[in-house]
């Protein structure tokens, strides 16, 4: 069946401005780290990017080893635009990523200029486009001199391969520094992408001050820390949650007696304000005048709404956050 997208899909998003720059992203964007690989089923994959579709969310995150197995998510991802969503491609932010392990040997890794471009003309033709909105640097390399990762960004640009060019993972002096080469080739950090959420604040310590500085705007991945913070595991470890899979990076000796009390104390807290705990979740990440978007997972079309509708509460009343600081602390 022919796919139609929702005439109403930008009435109840929140779009905010990227950084310094003419982009403008959703709160809540769509990762496909997990759940849109060859092992996953491609209808439910469909389902969740064209409701996300619907419901306002115009970003879509990837990266080149994304699936399993690597690649795959890429490819499914293709295969959505050409079915059903190559008309709307100029209302699509799509950004993928290179710099973990992706095929044998010593240049299928890190930041060298060889594996950044070799990555992205792949990622373009498993995906079938001739640009995306966003090529980032997956994470740091401690070995490659940085002027080579960033000059390769910037090629990448002045190629036509990438719009924008981003980082993530980088540490506050790290990020001053890429961001400063890139200037000086005359090309600007559009974005960061760091791991973000409740359980793992590290941001706040110095590199939030720096991207507001630089005027670099803030994706953050694993809001609800890979589904710790949600109702998920208040009653074990479902056999279809990510620490119910293999292959999946969250494990099981993960999910600890400590973890889950403060789960159990914040959703009551959650509840009392009338949301589910991914809601308060995502709507704490959010309520950090620097974070741009919160980059969500999904494995069904349920959650993605269930995200969506954090969006109707960002607000948190002192005695609020007194009471999470108290938990998490």
């Known amino acids: 069946m022919q796919y139609t997208p929702s005439s109403t899909r930008y009435d109840n998003m929140n779009y905010i401005r990227c950084g310094k720059s003419g982009i403008k992203l959703?709160?809540?964007?769509?990762?496909?780290?997990?759940?849109f690989g060859a092992v996953d089923?491609?209808?439910n994959s469909r389902a969740m990017i064209l409701r996300a579709f619907d419901l306002g969310i115009t970003h879509f995150d990837l990266a080149n080893n994304?699936?399993?197995?690597?690649?795959?998510?890429?490819?499914?991802?293709?295969?959505?635009?050409?079915?059903?969503?190559?008309?709307?491609?100029?209302?699509?932010?799509?950004?993928?990523?290179?710099?973990?392990?992706?095929?044998?040997?010593p240049y299928g890794n890190f930041g060298s200029r060889k594996y950044l471009i070799a990555s992205i003309d792949?990622?373009?033709?498993?995906?079938?486009?001739?640009?995306?909105?966003?090529?980032?640097?997956?994470?740091?390399?401690?070995?490659?001199?940085?002027?080579?990762t960033m000059g390769a960004l910037a090629h990448i640009i002045k190629s036509g391969k990438a719009l924008h060019v981003g980082i993530s993972q980088y540490k506050p002096e790290e990020t001053k520094k890429a961001a400063s080469i890139l200037q000086q080739m005359g090309v600007k950090?559009?974005?960061h992408q760091p791991n973000y959420n409740l359980f793992d604040r590290w941001i706040e310590n110095g590199l939030t001050n720096v991207l507001d500085e630089l005027g670099i705007g803030c994706i953050v991945f694993s809001p609800l820390a890979q589904g710790i913070?949600?109702?998920?595991?208040?009653?074990?470890?479902?056999?279809?949650?990510?620490?119910?899979?293999?292959?999946?990076?969250?494990?099981?000796?993960?999910?600890t007696e400590e973890i889950l009390n403060k789960v159990q104390k914040l959703n009551?807290?959650?509840?009392?304000?009338?949301?589910?705990?991914?809601?308060?979740?995502?709507?704490?990440?959010?309520?950090?005048?620097?974070?741009?978007?919160?980059?969500?997972?999904?494995?069904?079309?349920?959650?993605?709404?269930?995200?969506?509708?954090?969006?109707?509460?960002?607000?948190?009343d002192d005695d609020e956050l007194s009471q999470i600081n108290e938990i998490i602390s």
Not at 26 to 35: A, C, E, K
Not at 231 to 251: M, Q, V, W
């Open 268 to 316: 009551e807290l959650a509840q009392k304000r009338g949301q589910s705990l991914a809601q308060m979740s995502l709507a704490w990440v959010l309520k950090n005048p620097t974070v741009t978007s919160a980059l969500i997972g999904s494995s069904k079309v349920s959650q993605i709404e269930d995200s969506v509708d954090a969006l109707k509460n960002l607000k948190f």
């Open 26 to 35: 959703p709160q809540i964007s769509l990762g496909l780290w997990h759940n």
């Open 229 to 255: 913070l949600s109702d998920k595991y208040l009653n074990g470890i479902p056999s279809d949650s990510r620490a119910g899979k293999e292959r999946t990076y969250l494990k099981r000796s993960q999910i």
């Open 41 to 43: 089923k491609f209808e």
């Open 66 to 105: 994304y699936g399993p197995p690597y690649g795959s998510a890429e490819e499914t991802f293709g295969l959505i635009l050409k079915k059903d969503l190559m008309t709307y491609r100029d209302e699509l932010i799509i950004s993928t990523k290179a710099g973990w392990d992706m095929w044998p040997g």
């Open 189 to 191: 950090c559009l974005i």
């Open 122 to 148: 792949q990622s373009l033709k498993r995906m079938n486009l001739e640009y995306v909105d966003i090529f980032y640097h997956h994470r740091p390399d401690p070995e490659t001199p940085l002027e080579e």
